[in-house]
């Protein structure tokens, strides 16, 4: 069966990186890449929605430099020398907005993953995440994504790290995509608990053991961090240990939306060299 992986480009160099992180990460694995490029007229999407009509001269002009550029990224892939018998590569050129676009060609194109950068052609140190990234991890709730900072090494990942509070329970079928690249690329994965208190209460002992359950047969470990804050203490974690990637459960109102909707997203550094796959809570 093969994989179908979408790659959302603005052909900014981040962008560029993802898709080579992409590739990489299902080498040696057939594997259908979508690389889509999404156009407007302007920088405010409703305006260009309302404005630019099929046909037009200015409608004409940013679909060519959309088809143009997407031509130019399946020439550099042949040009890199890297090429994989199993892998296939078909563009799309879309004039939308982004998010209505990606959910529109995972439903399609019924895709398994999202893989894209974490920082476009507007490039500025002063967020953590594009607020593309952003959005797409939180609103494109029917399909995983994985999101590449521009350092990331590119490398299968040896281990990853997934936070956890052990408060709620986790469903086998909303792992699978962590237990999936924990497998194919034997990696490790670190559970790693920032304590509240110095013991888990019952729930917390229950859920930690559903979690044993379903990581069966696969490498994991647990790791226990005393600190006041989530962020903080993934982000010495992950530098400490040289971790190769974090992954979160999306939950609605819970421990990854908040870390998205804090000021706080702005001060992490983890995501500076280290990819990460946000699944989704399936109850939502």
């Known amino acids: 069966m093969r994989h179908k992986i979408l790659l959302p480009t603005d052909f900014s160099e981040n962008?560029?990186?993802?898709?080579?992180?992409?590739?990489?990460?299902?080498?040696?694995?057939?594997?259908?890449?979508?690389?889509?490029?999404?156009?407007?007229?302007?920088?405010?999407?409703?305006e260009s929605l309302m404005n630019l009509e099929p046909g037009s001269e200015l409608y004409e002009t940013k679909k060519w430099d959309s088809e143009n550029g997407l031509a130019k990224v399946l020439e550099k892939l042949i040009l890199r020398g890297k090429s994989d018998s199993k892998h296939q590569f078909k563009t799309i050129s879309m004039f939308s907005n982004t998010i209505d676009a990606i959910k529109t060609v995972v439903e399609k194109k019924d895709i398994e993953m999202i893989v894209m950068g974490t920082k476009g052609e507007?490039?500025?140190?002063?967020?953590?995440?594009?607020?593309?990234a952003i959005y797409v991890m939180e609103k494109?709730?029917?399909?995983?994504?994985?999101?590449?900072?521009?350092?990331?090494?590119l490398?299968?990942?040896?281990?990853?790290?997934?936070?956890?509070?052990?408060?709620?329970?986790?469903k086998r079928r909303e792992l699978i995509y962590l237990t999936d690249i924990a497998k194919k690329c034997n990696a490790t994965i670190v559970i790693l608990h920032v304590a509240e208190a110095s013991e888990l209460d019952e729930n917390q002992k229950e859920n930690k053991q559903l979690l044993e359950e379903i990581l069966q047969g696969i490498n994991?470990?647990?790791?226990?961090?005393?600190?006041?804050?989530?962020i903080t203490a993934?982000?010495?974690?992950?530098?400490?240990?040289?971790?190769d990637m974090v992954a979160f459960i999306n939950k609605k109102h819970a421990f990854f939306g908040s870390i998205l909707s804090s000021p706080l997203v702005k001060e992490i550094s983890f995501h500076l060299n280290v990819p990460i796959l946000a699944m989704h809570d399936l109850r939502n």
């Open 15 to 46: 962008a560029w990186h993802a898709i080579n992180y992409a590739t990489e990460l299902y080498k040696n694995e057939p594997t259908d890449f979508y690389i889509l490029n999404v156009f407007s007229a302007t920088g405010n999407v409703l």
């Open 140 to 153: 494109a709730r029917n399909c995983p994504v994985i999101v590449v900072p521009q350092k990331a090494k």
């Open 122 to 132: 507007t490039h500025s140190r002063a967020t953590a995440f594009g607020s593309t």
């Open 220 to 230: 994991y470990k647990f790791h226990e961090l005393s600190h006041n804050s989530v």
């Open 234 to 243: 993934v982000n010495v974690f992950v530098e400490s240990r040289g971790s």
């Open 155 to 170: 490398a299968l990942p040896i281990e990853i790290v997934f936070p956890t509070s052990y408060r709620t329970h986790y």
